[in-house]
């Protein structure tokens, strides 16, 4: 079978003899066919996230993903390219603008039911994926973008955080309201996690602490003087 892979501005093809998953392609052509093909893995078993790729247009592992005839694989988008499959995850810094680690820490014995509301978000494993997967952040790149989101959220409903509502604070601006709901974050987490459904709860959140949707104000909540109908 042959499969394409974008390498500068152009996707080069590579007939793949014996590999089932992408990555074992990968391995392939650079062992038998291309030694300076560059990509990125770690643990090859779906637990480290390095080796995010997009594959006909949707983000997945190379580790996971069982290989077709034709498939075309290119880089995450929004990070800094380096090299053919390469990136930089610049990304990473979007959780010191959301704020999503812990602030103040205070005592407090979590049962099950504490447990349950951030567990899965606990298990991002920072792929990256559901970033590049996210059409907002083709028009604005200030944008926080959903794992970052979905961090902050892990920690503003964590009970031994203290001070949850710099967290809210931080999500107002290229935040919470900026996200337009499409779902495609949710769609290609490997980890199962909803980024969606949690900006939505980080929503609800801030309307609990006297936030809302600025372009809603905008919009009902005075006259426009230059409004026609
Ligand atoms: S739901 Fe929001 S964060 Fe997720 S991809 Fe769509 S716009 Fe981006
Ligand atoms: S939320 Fe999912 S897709 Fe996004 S970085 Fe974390 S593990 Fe990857």
Redesign the pocket.
């Known amino acids: 079978m042959q499969i394409k892979i974008k390498r500068g501005d152009e996707f080069k093809a590579y007939k793949i003899e014996k590999a089932k998953l992408l990555l074992e392609a990968l391995l392939e052509i650079k062992h038998n066919i291309d030694y300076t093909l560059a990509f990125d893995y770690g643990c090859k078993s779906k637990v480290c ?1 390095t080796c ?1 790729v997009r594959v006909n247009g949707k ?1 997945t592992l190379a580790c996971a993903h069982r290989i077709k005839d034709g498939d075309e694989v290119e880089p995450l988008r929004y990070e800094k390219h380096l090299k053919d499959l390469k990136v930089e995850q610049a990304s990473i810094q979007k959780i010191a603008q959301t704020q999503g680690y812990l602030h103040e820490f205070c005592e407090y014995t979590m049962d099950a039911q504490d447990e349950a509301k951030n567990d899965i978000q606990s ?9 590049s997967a996210c059409p907002v952040l083709e028009v604005n790149q200030n944008f926080a973008g ?2 970052a989101l ?1 961090r902050a959220y892990r920690y503003a409903v964590d009970k031994r955080e203290a001070n949850a509502k710099s967290i809210i604070e931080a999500v107002q601006k290229d935040g919470v309201w900026d996200c337009t709901l499409c779902g495609e ?1 949710t769609l ?4 199962g ?1 909803d ?1 969606k459904s949690d900006i939505m709860q980080l929503r609800n959140i801030s309307a609990q602490h006297g936030y809302f949707d600025p372009n809603f104000s905008n919009n009902f909540g005075g006259f426009d003087p230059n409004f026609t109908f």
């Open positions: 996230g995010a983000e298990d991002c494993i920072l792929c990256s994926s559901c970033f959903p794992y979905t974050c290609v987490c490997p980890k996690i980024p």
